[in-house]
Structure formats: structure tokens, C-alpha cells
């Protein structure tokens, strides 16, 4: 069977154990190794992607359901959203060890589509499901809230 | 190994003492091997640093990058002497080569938070020795005194006519010049670039998902392992059956490689599919009836009779506490805890018939290099590692056996073609190495005017030491120095103290944990300390006071620290604040907690750091590592723990074994306190107080104090 699906905006193709989830397709065929594994169970967000926009945990999504989709990695995060983020992670300087923290960056992503001026409470709901062992998360929501300042135009 | 007695304390003093006298030499790397792919065209004056014919200065790094900051950290002192252009500054991590050994213990690592106190001056005479040579080099070409000319910014200038030539211009005959063997270093005063904060230069790559940690590496033809490992420690399987997992697609070979059963196929996902649906038969060895809770009860009845092995002895404890007025015995118990980096581990290897590349993100290049060989049959000449990033390491990529590299190695062996050795999440936290489980027993004598006059600690717990070779660095008279760090050296003035150590022998791998013996110590004596100041009827900060006289640098970050969070002002409503402090890896780093009661529970709210780490290179990377620290620590106290029974590990990944998630996160402030001192660790000193700040905190709150972590819910009840 073949499943047919967008990375990126490029034109992708699998075949083979349609069990195997994205992120071995994102790593291992695709060599976009931006996508980190760092449970393999839904536990820590590392190898969150955006599938048709939403943030999705990539080692749990086998490529059978991903007919039809068009995915996102933190190799293709692109547009204001996108480079307000790249902005002010970089900024604040936010990585540690840094393993986390493209994981990070797509949910903070997907949040900041959604809600362009997120909460404190906002963000503890969108992005509690990315784990960080270096525990970057005083930056993380610095980062986020930045992010979310230079959308709004308050760049210097 | 340079000195049977080396201590960190030892490293502190050389680079104090020597001014040139460290034991990093700088000459370049003496494999040929190791200069392999440095641009021909370039000025390399020693094995620190090549400046290139464009201006581009790389800076190799001997140091692991696992978060704590150090290649940013290293590059600037050495760019500092250079005068370099930061914007044209870049690291490298250094091969493997005598010339890139830890300056103390002889081998190229990076642990104990001695990345700074050792490597800081060296690379900054690597970065001002290059400097005098182009600077020898404008001279010459401008027929002027070396004395007349300057740098800045990359450039050589000469002031009195005006003129100025760029590093770069500068390469070809920089190269053919002798390199002076000792050059006056810069007065701290003139730094413009140590001591302000500066941006990582790991940030784009690893914000940008290009960083390469050794999970990334790909080689052409590459398979990937998984081992099935056996369920115990020391178990071995007897026999297997691997009919289904060779029938699943892409599963290419299964064997046994001593540790386990190894699973060779084309990708993770048939390697993990192939995994599971092996049969194996285990012989589950000696402790297959091993159980965390039986072995508690056996160190508490250890830590009820004193040793023999005393590690600190002031005046007669036992006298003083049998004629004191008040005394009080408490007994607090530590579980083992697993590193959990959030990179699993893992390991490349290529091994062909006569030599050998491994990828791996290692704190320890030599150790790891010289098993990688061995294990290969090969000689060590032959052998190449390449260090890449570490998704984290926290002393679980610091292992003296060098477990998962020898088992990659094996597999490899075993394949005929280059392999990626995985390990899972489950396999990471199954698979031993762990923090030791400790259990204290403090006894403390009060007189009758409340002073505090005996102190008595028992510890209790496994040497990861005994048997590596760093038993005769850290093992004196019999006595694990991280087994009783932080606690044999209390700072407090009591006049009798004594502080003894019994090293239990228990079939669970141990190692280093992020701040080592400190992430036990510190939480039992600062609690105890907090215990013993309620129970005087005095306030906490008063009593540290009082007691710490004439330690000054103790006293400057707490003074710092409490002041700063209002200690002496009645906190909100609801909440409560409890303050710590430790001295760890020569840094000085206090704490005051702050929790509050949301919803009946007891909530962590803001927590004011401060630290006295000497002279800072990178202030920013100082507040960064503390932040992280605070939730590092965090985890431990609120949710760690790794258990066994019937021999088995009951974690398994982060659903059981939790990390603390953004909304549990306090506000971190982080207060640093200058200092001329010599610029010490940062990577470990903030975790140490974390758990003795919170749970003081929590007495303040609740009247509840806790002496076992991790906390249970009804610890938190409120
Ligand atoms: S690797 Fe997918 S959530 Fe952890
Ligand atoms: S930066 Fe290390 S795990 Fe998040």
C-alpha cells in the first residue's frame, strides 16, 4: 500500500509497514532529523509536527492515517508565526541542551495560531505536553510571549 | 593521572597558583590524525584554536555541549586574549587526543562542573599566544615594534600611522613565526567580551532543528539496533527464539551480545516491531528478588549504628549529644533516580576490517574511545570518535564502563555494516546507572540555652567510585568523597561534629547524578538545619547566620537571596517561604522558596537564587543554568523516583518516571553576586538547594515536614 501525503509542500510517497509512524518516515526516510524522539509514547512532545496545522506527536501517527495531509516540520516552519518564534527563541536564547526544542517551537506554533496574544494559562494548556529535562521553561514562556508581542508589531 | 590526591579544591589551587602553570599544554595534538580536516591554509598555533585566511576563528572545544553552555563559554575566554571578532568566532568539538585531557584527571572528559575552573585559563593563554604571533606578524611587515601595535576586533593596528591589517590578512606569515610559550594575560579589567551576557552560539542550529546530537547521524547503508535487554540486573538470556522477529519486514539479523539480544534491521521501527515479538528466555542471575523497599528498611537499620568509616570528626559528637539538654534524631531516605536525558542513548558505529568511526555525544571521549577499541580488538590509533551534540547528559554520558559504546560496538561486530545502537525511552530508564538511593540519620544536641552543640550523620548508600579509575582520586581511607560531599564539610560552627559513612554493595548499577552526592546532602542537612531552628524557636536565616560565621561567601548569597525575596516580611496570604544554602563545585548558591496553597495543594510560586561563582564569563548562561536547575530539582523532589521489585525497574517512561511540565514551573529570579574569585562550576550548583528550599518552604505552609523524596500527595496536601 502507498500513502501520499505533503512535507513541507513537497510531494511524498510511502510504502512499506503503513504501521510505522511519521517520525521514523520524518528521520530516518526523509532525513529530517529536526523532529526529535524522546519517548516514542505520546509523553513528551519532542517530535511534535503540524499535520494539516494542528500539532500532532509524530511517533504516534502511523503513516496510514496520514492519506491526504499535508505536514509540517520544524525544517519547513515558515511564515510570520514561524519566524516571530525562530525570533525570539533566539532572542532569549532559550536552548539548553536543546533536544526539546524544536518539539517546543511547533506547539508554541500551533498555540500562537490559534490565540495570537496566549495567557499565562493559555500556554500552560497548549505546550504542557512538551517535557524539557534542562527545564527551559522560564524562557519558553518568555519566548512565547515575545513571539507574540513582535506579531503584534512590537518589534523594536 | 597526574596526582593520587587531586581534588577539585587541588584543580582551584593550580590554576590560582600557577599563572602558566597548568597542566594543559599547549602544543598541537599529537595524532596527526587529529588535525585532520584543518584547512592547509590556516594559522593553527596551537590545539585551541585555527584562524583561517578569511578571518573565520575556529575555537575547538574539548568540553561536551549537553545545555550547560560551555562551548559558548570556552570560545569567549579564548576570544577574549585574541581580540577576536566575536561575529567571526565559531566552535569545534575537539577529537580525541592527549592534548585535550581535563587538566586534573588526565583523560579528555567533562563532569563535576570543572569545565570553567579547568579549561578557562588555558584556553585564554591558547587565545593570547596566537595573538602575540599576529601581532608579530603586522610588525614585521610594517618593519614597526611588536610594542607599538594593537588589536581589536580582529584586526592588528597600528595606532601611529594609522595603519591596520585583519587577522585573516595576516595567516601566512603568522604561520611561519614561532609561538611564544608564555604570554602575559589580560587584566580582568580590560575583558569586553568575559562577564557580558552573550547569546549562544549553539542557539540558531539547535532553534533551527540542525544541531547534529549523535541520534542524527546517518551514514550510507546504516542499520539500526535495538537490544532486548534481560529484566534484571545481572540477568543473561539462555535461549532465544527469533523466528517471528526475522519474519517481520526489515528485520535483518538477531543475536546475542552479552547485555541482551540484539535486533538488527533497517529502521527503528522494524528493530522495535522485531523486539517485541522476540522470545527469550531469560536466566534472571542473582537478583531477580531485589526490592527498593526492603533494601530502605535495610539501610535504616544500617543508619541506626554509626560506622566506623568516619569522614569528619570534630570534638566527641556522642559525648556532646549524651550530655546535651535537648537532642533530636531524624532519618531521612532518598530513592535512586534515573538521568533521563531527552535524547535516549545511542551510538554510531562504522566499523570495517582495520579501523573503526564511532558518533557518539559523550562527556567522556578517552574512556569511551579506549572500550569502543578494546572491544573492537583494534588498536586505539585506529579508532575515531566524533563528538557531536548531547541531548542532555547529566552524568548518565559519563559512564566509566562505557555500557551502551561497548554494546554498540558488539553489535556492530556482529552486522557487517555501520550501525545506529538505539536505546528507548524504556530501555533508558530500565537500564540502570541511577542516582544511589541514600538514607541519613542525623542526631543533633541542643544546650540548654538553645545552642546547637553535637552533630551526628550517619549516611548510608552505594560507592559508584570503587572499581573505576577514579578510585584513587575520590576514595581516601576507605571513604567515597560523593558519598559525603556537602555534609562532610558543614560549614556550620558546631563544636562537635561527626559525620560517618556506611558504602553498602548492592547489584544496582549507580553513577554520577547531576550535583552527585550534593543532590542527597544538601536536602538532609539544610532540612535538618531548618528542623532544628523551629525546633530552638528561631528564625531560619538568624540561625544560618549565627552558624556561619566567617563564611563569607556563604553568607553573601544568603543575605542576597533573603533579602531580595523579603525575608522578615510576612508573605502574601496563603503563602510561605523556606530558604536553603550550599556551597558545591566551589560555587555558593542560596535560595529562597516561595509556595502557596491553590485549590488545597501546595504549589511551588517564585523562588529567588543567588550565586557566587566567582568571576562570570557568561552571566547569562549563570542565570540559564540556574533557572534550569530550579526545575531540574523540581522533578526530583516532586516526582522521581526509580523502584524496584522482584529485580525489576517498575519505570518505564514518562507517564511513571515525570519531568515537571511549563505549568508547574515557579518564577525563577536569579541574583548574581559579583566576585574576583576564580570563575567555578555553574552546570550543578543550583540543584543541591532546590529540595531543602521547597520543603522548608513547606513546613512554613503546612507544619509538615517532609524527610523522604520524592513528596506524596498528602506531603502536599494544604
Ligand atoms: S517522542 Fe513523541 S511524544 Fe515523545
Ligand atoms: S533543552 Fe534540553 S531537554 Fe529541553
Given amino acids: 500500500m502507498t500513502i501520499h501525503f505533503t512535507v513541507n509542500g513537497r510531494a511524498v510517497s510511502v510504502d512499506g509497514d503503513p504501521s510505522r509512524p511519521l517520525l521514523w518516515v520524518l528521520r530516518e526516510t526523509l532525513q529530517l532529523t529536526g523532529t526529535k524522539f524522546g519517548c516514542g509514547a505520546a509523553q513528551c512532545g519532542a517530535c511534535t509536527v503540524h499535520v494539516d496545522g494542528r500539532a500532532r506527536r509524530s511517533c504516534v501517527l502511523p503513516v496510514l492515517s496520514l492519506e491526504g495531509t499535508a505536514v509540517t516540520t520544524i525544517e519547513g516552519l515558515a511564515g510570520e508565526v514561524g519566524d516571530a518564534l525562530v525570533r525570539a527563541w533566539t532572542e532569549l536564547d532559550v536552548p539548553q541542551c536543546g533536544w526539546c526544542q524544536t518539539g517546543q517551537i511547533m506547539s508554541a506554533a500551533a498555540l500562537l495560531s490559534e490565540r495570537r496574544e496566549p495567557s499565562d494559562a493559555e500556554i500552560d494548556v497548549g505546550m504542557s505536553g512538551n517535557a524539557c529535562r534542562c527545564a527551559t521553561y522560564v524562557r519558553i514562556r518568555k519566548a512565547i510571549h515575545r513571539a507574540s508581542a513582535l506579531l503584534k508589531g512590537g518589534a523594536r | ?718
Fill in chain 2, 1 to 718: 593521572m597526574t596526582s593520587p590526591t587531586f581534588s577539585r579544591r587541588e584543580l582551584l589551587r593550580l590554576g590560582a597558583a600557577a599563572g602558566g602553570g597548568l597542566l594543559v599544554a599547549l602544543q598541537l595534538p599529537v595524532s596527526a590524525r587529529a588535525l585532520m580536516g584543518a584547512p592547509v591554509d590556516a594559522f593553527v598555533p596551537n590545539a585551541f584554536v585555527r584562524v583561517a585566511r578569511d578571518g573565520a576563528v575556529t575555537v575547538i572545544v574539548n568540553k561536551a555541549e549537553m545545555g550547560q553552555g560551555v562551548l559558548t563559554s570556552l570560545c569567549m575566554q579564548l576570544a577574549e586574549e585574541l581580540d577576536a571578532d566575536w561575529s567571526r568566532v565559531h566552535g569545534e568539538f575537539a577529537p580525541v587526543d592527549p592534548v585535550y585531557a581535563h587538566p586534573g584527571y588526565g583523560i579528555q572528559m567533562t563532569g563535576g562542573s570543572t569545565s570553567t575552573l579547568g579549561m578557562g585559563e588555558p584556553m585564554r593563554r591558547a587565545g593570547a599566544a596566537a595573538r602575540a604571533v599576529l601581532v608579530d606578524a603586522a610588525a614585521m611587515r610594517w618593519g614597526v615594534p611588536a610594542s607599538e601595535c594593537s588589536t581589536a576586533v580582529g584586526r592588528v593596528l597600528h595606532a601611529a600611522s594609522g595603519r591596520a591589517l585583519d587577522y585573516g590578512e595576516l595567516v601566512d606569515d603568522a604561520a611561519t613565526l614561532p609561538v611564544p610559550a608564555d604570554v602575559p594575560l589580560k587584566d580582568p579589567a580590560r575583558f569586553t567580551l568575559v562577564g557580558k551576557p552573550t547569546h549562544r552560539l549553539d542557539t540558531p542550529d539547535k532553534v533551527a532543528g540542525r544541531a547534529v546530537f549523535g541520534l542524527d547521524v546517518d551514514l550510507p547503508g546504516m542499520r539500526v539496533a535495538l537490544v532486548a535487554h534481560p529484566p534484571t540486573f545481572g540477568g543473561r538470556a539462555k535461549s532465544f527464539d527469533a523466528g517471528a522477529a526475522l519474519a517481520i519486514p526489515g528485520v535483518e539479523r538477531v543475536f546475542d551480545v552479552g547485555s541482551g539480544v540484539a535486533v538488527v534491521a533497517d529502521g527503528f521501527w522494524a528493530a522495535k516491531r522485531g523486539r517485541d515479538a522476540l522470545v527469550i528466555e531469560w536466566d534472571e542471575g542473582p537478583n531477580a528478588s531485589l526490592s527498593s523497599d526492603e533494601l530502605a528498611a535495610r539501610y535504616l537499620e544500617l543508619a541506626r549504628t554509626p560506622s566506623d568509616l568516619v569522614a569528619r570528626r570534630d570534638g566527641d559528637a556522642e559525648a556532646a549529644l549524651a550530655s546535651a539538654h535537648d537532642t533530636y534524631t531524624v532519618e531521612y531516605e532518598l530513592p535512586y533516580l534515573a538521568h533521563a536525558p531527552m535524547e535516549p542513548l545511542n551510538c554510531v558505529v562504522d566499523l570495517r576490517a582495520d579501523a573503526m568511526e564511532l558518533w557518539i555525544g559523550t562527556q567522556f571521549q578517552t574512556l569511551d574511545h579506549a572500550a569502543a577499541a578494546a572491544t573492537a580488538g583494534l588498536p586505539p590509533d585506529e579508532v575515531r570518535l566524533h563528538s557531536t551534540f548531547l541531548g542532555g547528559g547529566f552524568g548518565r554520558r559519563a559512564n566509566p564502563v562505557s555500557d551502551y559504546v561497548v554494546e554498540a560496538v558488539k553489535v556492530a561486530k556482529g552486522t557487517g555494516a555501520p550501525i545506529k545502537l538505539m536505546w528507548t525511552r524504556e530501555d533508558d530508564t530500565r537500564g540502570g546507572y541511577y542516582r544511589p538511593m541514600w538514607t541519613s540519620r542525623l542526631r543533633a544536641g541542643l544546650d540548654a540555652d538553645g545552642a546547637l552543640v553535637a552533630w551526628a550523620h550517619t549516611i548510608v548508600g552505594q560507592s559508584f567510585i570503587k572499581g573505576t579509575p577514579f578510585e584513587g582520586f575520590i576514595i581516601h581511607d576507605g571513604i567515597d568523597g560523593t558519598s559525603v560531599e556537602g555534609a562532610e564539610d558543614l560549614p556550620y560552627a558546631i563544636p562537635n561534629v561527626r559525620v560517618d559513612l556506611h558504602t553498602t554493595d548492592v547489584a544496582v548499577p549507580t553513577l554520577w547524578w547531576r550535583s552527585v552526592g550534593h543532590s542527597h546532602t544538601a536536602f538532609v542537612v539544610e532540612s535538618f538545619l531548618d528542623e532544628l531552628a523551629h525546633a530552638s524557636h528561631r528564625d531560619p536565616l538568624a540561625l544560618r547566620r549565627e552558624l556561619l560565621v566567617g563564611h563569607d561567601r556563604h553568607l553573601g548569597v544568603l543575605e542576597r537571596a533573603a533579602q531580595e525575596a523579603g525575608w522578615g516580611t510576612p508573605p502574601q496570604p496563603g503563602h510561605a517561604r523556606g530558604l536553603a544554602v550550599h556551597f558545591s563545585f566551589e560555587s555558593y548558591v542560596a535560595m529562597v522558596f516561595e509556595v502557596a496553597a491553590v485549590d488545597g495543594r501546595v504549589r511551588p510560586v517564585k523562588v529567588d537564587v543567588a550565586v557566587d561563582c566567582g568571576r562570570m564569563v557568561n552571566p547569562d548562561t549563570i542565570r540559564a543554568q540556574l533557572e534550569g536547575a530550579v526545575g531540574f530539582g523540581l522533578t526530583a523532589t516532586l516526582y522521581s523516583a526509580i523502584t524496584l521489585k522482584d529485580g525489576r525497574v517498575e519505570q518505564g517512561n514518562f507517564h511513571d518516571y515525570k519531568l515537571l511540565r511549563v505549568h508547574e514551573m515557579p518564577e525563577v529570579r536569579v541574583h548574581l553576586v559579583a566576585s574576583d574569585a576564580p570563575s567555578t562550576g555553574i552546570g550543578e550548583p543550583g540543584v543541591p538547594p532546590v529540595a531543602p528550599a521547597f520543603c522548608n518552604a513547606l513546613f512554613a505552609l503546612t507544619g509538615r515536614r517532609v524527610r523522604r523524596l520524592p513528596l506524596r500527595d498528602e506531603d502536599l496536601r494544604a
